[in-house]
């Protein structure tokens, strides 16, 4: 079984920081690409960023310039520096990793429980 678990959100200021991690526990041979989504209430769930194995990334238009995503594979972990926060930031973020438990076997896909992040005054 693979887990993954968030953490880094929290309340923050416009034009504040903040920095989201994402860590992989269990059955996991090798990362895929992993992927940062969000979620505002009554919205549909939006690709934020996502980088592959060779570090290739990928970022919604409404935050690029302003946010990061990278990864540490020696932790199993995938960070999203997020920079010049705005009140429209305000989302559940969730992490999904796409994992291979095995050698050559196929890719599987793994939620986090999402964080939480609040922009506001």
């Known amino acids: 079984q693979v887990q993954l678990v968030e953490s880094g959100g929290g309340l923050v200021q416009p034009g504040g920081s903040l920095r989201l991690s994402c860590a992989a526990s269990?059955?996991?041979?090798?990362?895929?690409?992993m992927d940062w989504y969000r979620q505002a209430p009554g919205q549909q769930r939006e690709l934020v960023a996502a980088?592959?194995?060779?570090?290739?990334?990928v970022y919604g238009d409404s935050v690029k310039g302003r946010f990061t995503i990278s990864r540490d594979n020696a932790k199993n972990t995938v960070y999203l520096q997020m920079n010049s926060l705005k009140p429209e930031d305000t989302a559940v973020y969730y992490c999904?990793?796409?994992?291979?438990?095995?050698?050559?076997?196929?890719?599987?896909?793994?939620w986090g429980q999402g964080t939480q992040v609040t922009v506001s005054s």
């Open positions: 269990g059955s996991i041979f090798a990362w895929n690409r």
């Open positions: 980088i592959t194995t060779s570090d290739s990334t």
């Open positions: 999904n990793a796409h994992i291979k438990k095995v050698a050559g076997g196929p890719d599987y896909s793994y």
